[in-house]
């Protein structure tokens, strides 16, 4: 079956139009100035404009240029957990400490592989806060405390 | 002559013993991750680079270089030995290496990849070594109103060579450019695109941005099809190239390193463009253009030449000009403003001993590249062994650290996660990740120039082609922009793209 349209270069040009509008919208706080007298906003107001009409050419260029190609598969498990990773790293780092938050973020990330298991995940968190507290404390002496006030008696 | 004593003086800050260390070091994880497929340089650097605010500025820079170029080494090892290119730019060493391989000529094929980096290597130190401190006059003379037009001509370069469709790389560029000005406006203090937030007062941060755009991708496309890799390990006997292979490489060694040093300083390009280009020049130029594909050593080392020449004179323009033709250079910007350098042409007077030390470590470390790869080939293939899923939650955590790392800042790992996701969706999409962040670094320099020139010609936009240098320059950047939008140009570079592909 033909698509008449190029699904990729759709969602691409779709995503720096909204991305545009979004930024063109927010220089509307900022003073513009002339030409002149450039004022904050007037380099990024051309930089915006510029990304809406590129993204709406691509998706113009999307109509009736299309291919069978898919978009191939997306690991969702895999992304929600990764994904995941740095932010719950960034939300127990300082209260929980160093040790807790390498626990928890390698044990996600483990499960974000299919290959996951509980093993695994128990041996990857030992493992890795090992290494990294060798790596980061030890070797390099971050001064990042190894638990955090919350695990302070 | 002057040459010998900035080369002098550079060997002796390389040759301080922390400084060999550092190298040694630099070298060393840059092989290593060049072996391993899912990590490339850019993540790399973009991990240690909080971790080199420790270290003094040349020190620091020394080992980021070791990792790059170190990383083109490591790239080709398991591109002749498995068929699998740790890095894209030894994709093609892995078509005729390969082959070799199978045939028992593992040995000279890694051979002539190490003769070939290294004398590469040599070439492009030297290059940069003499080249440099004109470029450096040169820059000192530019005003603003230069300073826009070569930024716009690299920026337009560097879509030139992109992957993929023109359009698409433009708009990744354009919105680098604008996530590199969210932050306060430098001339009036107003804060643009903070959402609110104090944490983005001071920009999004450099270095969460890159983690997320060249690591957290880069693992969520490999998770797409997780396989095990069958490693065959074969014993590689006899290293040494017979008379015929130094021969029939001697030439392919010479033309891969000059097209690899001229394409290495445009911006974009570097590493992976040369090892392509070179390698068809090599069939076109041989007699017998069918041996290729099937084991001809020309193959590898015409490459493997070039793309060690790309890799190492893309440092000219980010040493004389402080613009960084890839994403690498980039995050070697970066690591200069941590340590409080302003990267420019007044780092060669300011400091030299950074300068000179950084260009002669090269050499060093290029020494010590053939050293060290061709005993440890055995260690090096057996790394590969290492499973995908013990190796990506460790690149996951190391990332998570060192951003943290930086401000102690929740903030910047919640940009992480959203460049991350961001760059997934786009590089599915078909969009090149490379140019947003050459756009990000090059933005507030970009805004800054154009808004300084303004003001010096009382908003006459006509000074971009009044002054000779940057007519030239602007001229330049139209022609280049005008071609590549052509369509019969368009459709040949569309080819020559898929057949690299």
Redesign the interface.
């Known amino acids: 079956m033909m698509h008449r349209l190029n699904l990729?270069?759709a969602?691409?040009?779709l995503?720096?139009i909204l991305?545009?509008a979004f930024?063109a919208i927010?220089?509307r706080s900022?003073?513009i100035g002339?030409?002149?007298?450039?004022?904050?906003?007037?380099?990024?107001l051309v930089?915006?404009g510029?990304?809406v009409l590129?993204?709406a050419?691509?998706v113009l260029?999307s109509l009736g240029n299309g291919t069978n190609e898919s978009?191939?598969?997306?690991?969702w498990r895999?992304?929600v957990l990764?994904?995941?990773?740095?932010?719950v790293?960034?939300?127990t780092?300082?209260q929980l400490g160093?040790v807790p938050?390498?626990v928890v973020?390698?044990v996600l990330?483990?499960y974000?592989?299919?290959?996951?298991g509980i093993f695994?995940a128990a041996a990857?968190a030992v493992g890795?806060t090992l290494?990294?507290l060798a790596v980061?404390s030890y070797g390099?002496?971050?001064p990042?405390p190894l638990l955090g006030p919350w695990l302070r008696f | 002559m002057e040459l010998f004593s900035n080369l002098a003086m550079g060997f002796a800050t390389a040759a301080e013993p922390v400084n060999i260390l550092y190298c040694f070091l630099g070298v060393l994880l840059g092989t290593l991750i060049g072996v391993l497929p899912g990590i490339g340089p850019t993540a790399t650097i973009a991990m240690l680079l909080p971790i080199t605010f420790a270290l003094n500025p040349a020190t620091s820079l020394i080992m980021l270089a070791g990792i790059y170029y170190g990383a083109q080494y490591g790239g080709s090892t398991t591109a002749i030995l498995i068929n699998l290119p740790g890095e894209s730019s030894s994709a093609v060493t892995a078509i005729d290496g390969y082959q070799m391989a199978r045939q028992g000529r593992a040995g000279p094929a890694l051979a002539a990849a190490a003769l070939g980096s290294f004398f590469a290597g040599t070439v492009a130190t030297v290059l940069i070594a003499l080249f440099a401190p004109p470029l450096t006059r040169m820059a000192l003379k530019f005003g603003p109103a230069e300073y826009f037009s070569l930024m716009l001509l690299g920026l337009i370069i560097s879509i030139a060579l992109a992957h993929g469709s023109v359009l698409k790389a433009i708009a990744m560029i354009v919105l680098g450019l604008m996530l590199g000005l969210v932050g306060t406006d430098i001339y009036t203090g107003t804060p643009r695109f903070t959402l609110g937030r104090l944490e983005l007062a001071d920009g999004l941060n450099f270095v969460a941005v890159a983690v997320g755009v060249f690591g957290i991708a880069e693992i969520l496309r490999n998770l797409e099809n997780e396989r095990d890799r069958d490693v065959m390990i074969r014993k590689v006997t006899n290293l040494l190239p017979t008379r015929e292979d130094l021969k029939a490489i001697f030439a392919p060694i010479l033309r891969g390193t000059g097209l690899g040093s001229m394409l290495g300083i445009l911006p974009g390009g570097g590493a992976i463009l040369s090892s392509f280009a070179a390698y068809s020049i090599e069939k076109r130029l041989s007699s017998s253009p069918r041996r290729f594909g099937k084991g001809a050593i020309e193959g590898v080392a015409g490459p493997e030449s070039a793309n060690n020449a790309g890799a190492q004179t893309s440092f000219i323009p980010m040493l004389t000009l402080g613009i960084p033709a890839n994403p690498v250079m980039a995050l070697m910007i970066g690591a200069m403003i941590i340590q409080g350098i302003t990267p420019g042409p007044n780092v060669a007077t300011d400091e030299p001993e950074l300068f000179w030390g950084v260009i002669a470590s090269m050499w060093l470390g290029n020494l010590m590249l053939v050293l060290l790869n061709l005993p440890l080939i055995g260690l090096w293939v057996r790394l590969l062994t290492i499973p995908y899923y013990v190796l990506f939650p460790t690149i996951l955590v190391f990332s998570a650290i060192g951003v943290y790392s930086i401000n102690s800042n929740a903030f910047d790992l919640f940009t992480v996660a959203v460049f991350g996701g961001l760059s997934y969706v786009l590089v599915k999409l078909g969009c090149e990740p490379a140019p947003l962040l050459l756009g990000f670094v090059l933005g507030p320099m970009l805004e800054e120039n154009l808004r300084r020139a303004m003001i010096i010609s009382r908003g006459d936009p006509m000074v971009f082609v009044t002054r000779p240098i940057s007519a030239v320059l602007i001229f330049l950047a139209a022609a280049v922009l005008i071609v590549v939008l052509l369509p019969s140009v368009a459709k040949k570079r569309e080819e020559v793209f898929l057949e690299d592909a």
């Open positions: 990729r270069d969602l691409a040009g995503i720096f991305i545009g930024f927010s220089t900022i003073e002339t030409a002149f007298r450039m004022g904050p906003g007037y380099f990024p930089l915006s510029l990304l590129i993204g050419a691509i260029n978009l191939g598969s997306v690991p895999g992304l990764v994904l995941a990773g740095p932010v790293f960034g939300l780092v300082r160093l938050a390498i973020t390698s990330a483990v974000a592989s299919r290959r996951s695994l990857m890795l290494f990294c980061f390099l002496r971050l990042l």
